[in-house]
């Protein structure tokens, strides 16, 4: 019998303290979801996933859905309904985690471990509200409306600069290091973790309050608009931030719109631009990269030698450079020389050359004995001599060709002790045979 477990209960939204800027750019993702998630990034500790599990509570859905960190595309995007097609022979669409979390929040933590190819999925859904799949025989498009929340610790990894500036806002934790806010924080979640249906209760009037005015801001996004004064300070920031591209002006204009409409104003103000700034220009700023670059170029002197505090700003400004690491030396033993080339014949050689003599002196001997029948002591050495003549006139023919003088085979010859009336072969003669 399978037991049943009962839903983990969730933190208040409204209980988070000394998170401001997180709750405001999550609470402007949930009113437009199309301003393109949040990035969060922080060190561990620093309510991150406590956030985004407490904003899903406030949405209509209230469906929270986490992306692990080794799923597959197919798992994300949906695929082929492996089952329907061998079951009914038929071409169904298994939906994905995009599917699933449409009207709620998509959580990705760790975003920076995530494959490339999965964060261009995820942030193209989120950005345009359609997941749209094209694979396995499969053509479907689904509405894929949701809160995408990536946390990242920045001392994993960083992500490309190119996925960074597809979020549309991000928003940097740091660690508390006020008395009084570290307590507050302390007790409030020892006060959740010994009784949370109590803790939930003093802050239910105002976890309504958020869900309402969720509601009602994404109502009135429509009804709010730009004037020029709006749009003139919003181009300023950008182009005094060196952005990249628009997509820092049509965030901006998008996340100050959602937070006069959370704030149930009137009209989009300076005001608005300027509280939703930040946010959208943390992780856009090239600020520092284009002060830099006049200072290098005029002093070109200092160009060769650049100073500590120039290397160090030039590295972090660099996406992807690693300083280098003093990495241990091992000593190689001396590569041992190849021996010489022996010119000499092969030993294999030397037999099958001393085979080939002693069967030719064999045929010989058999010749003579034949002439002399009974003379054995005589066929004996008639072989032996054969063989040395034979020996002899190989080694002429070699120390020939490569130039050596004559005396030198006169020399072997006389070793051999067949030097006695032997001069050099001529070509087409045989010599008789020889009785020793």
Not at 3 to 12: D, K, L, S, Y
Not at 54 to 78: N, Q
Not at 268 to 285: C, I, P, Q
Request: glycine share 8%; with cysteine; charged share 25%.
């Amino acid at each position: 019998m399978s037991e049943t477990h009962a839903p983990r209960a969730v933190f208040p939204f409204s209980a988070l303290i000394g998170q401001a800027p997180l709750q405001q750019a999550l609470l402007l993702a949930a009113v437009d979801p199309g301003i393109g998630g949040v990035l969060v990034s922080g060190p561990r500790g620093t309510a991150k996933s406590t956030a985004a599990r407490a904003l899903a509570e406030l949405l209509p859905e209230g469906r929270f859905v986490t992306l692990p960190l080794g799923a597959s595309e197919d798992r994300l995007i949906g695929t082929l309904d492996i089952e329907s097609a061998l079951r009914d022979a038929s071409v169904r669409f298994a939906p994905g985690l995009l599917a699933k979390a449409h009207g709620g929040v998509l959580y990705v933590d760790e975003v920076n471990l995530l494959p490339d190819g999965l964060v261009d999925v995820l942030l193209d859904a989120a950005a345009s509200g359609v997941n749209t799949v094209e694979r396995d025989g499969v053509s479907h498009s689904h509405d894929a409306r949701f809160v995408l929340i990536g946390t990242m610790n920045p001392e994993e990894g960083e992500l490309r600069p190119q996925l960074t500036d597809r979020f549309g806002l991000m928003v940097e934790l740091e660690n508390c290091f006020e008395p009084q806010t570290r307590q507050a924080i302390v007790k409030a979640r020892l006060a959740f973790d010994l009784d949370a249906a109590a803790f939930r209760t003093l802050h239910a009037v105002q976890q309504a309050t958020y869900v309402e005015r969720i509601r009602e801001a994404r109502v009135a996004l429509t009804r709010l608009s730009f004037d020029d004064t709006v749009h003139a300070h919003v181009s300023a920031l950008c182009i005094a931030a060196g952005v990249d591209g628009l997509r820092a002006d049509l965030v901006m204009l998008r996340a100050a719109r959602a937070l006069a409409a959370f704030e149930r104003a009137d009209a989009v103000t300076l005001g608005h631009v300027d509280r939703v700034a930040e946010s959208v220009l943390l992780h856009r700023r090239r600020l520092h990269e284009d002060a830099e670059r006049p200072q290098e170029a005029s002093r070109p002197g200092d160009a060769q030698q650049p100073s500590a505090d120039q290397a160090g700003s030039s590295m972090d400004s660099d996406y992807g450079y690693l300083p280098p690491e003093p990495a241990g030396i091992t000593r190689v033993k001396q590569v041992i020389p190849l021996p010489a080339k022996n010119t000499e014949p092969s030993k294999g050689r030397s037999r099958a050359c001393n085979a080939q003599r002693f069967s030719m002196a064999a045929r010989r001997g058999s010749r003579f004995r034949s002439r002399h029948p009974g003379n054995a002591h005589c066929v004996a050495a008639h072989a032996c001599c054969q063989a040395k003549r034979a020996f002899a006139r190989r080694t002429f023919a070699l120390h020939s060709r490569r130039g050596a003088r004559r005396s030198a085979a006169l020399f072997l010859a006389r070793l051999l002790g067949v030097d006695d009336g032997w001069r050099a072969p001529r070509a087409g003669q045989r010599d008789s045979a020889r009785a020793v």
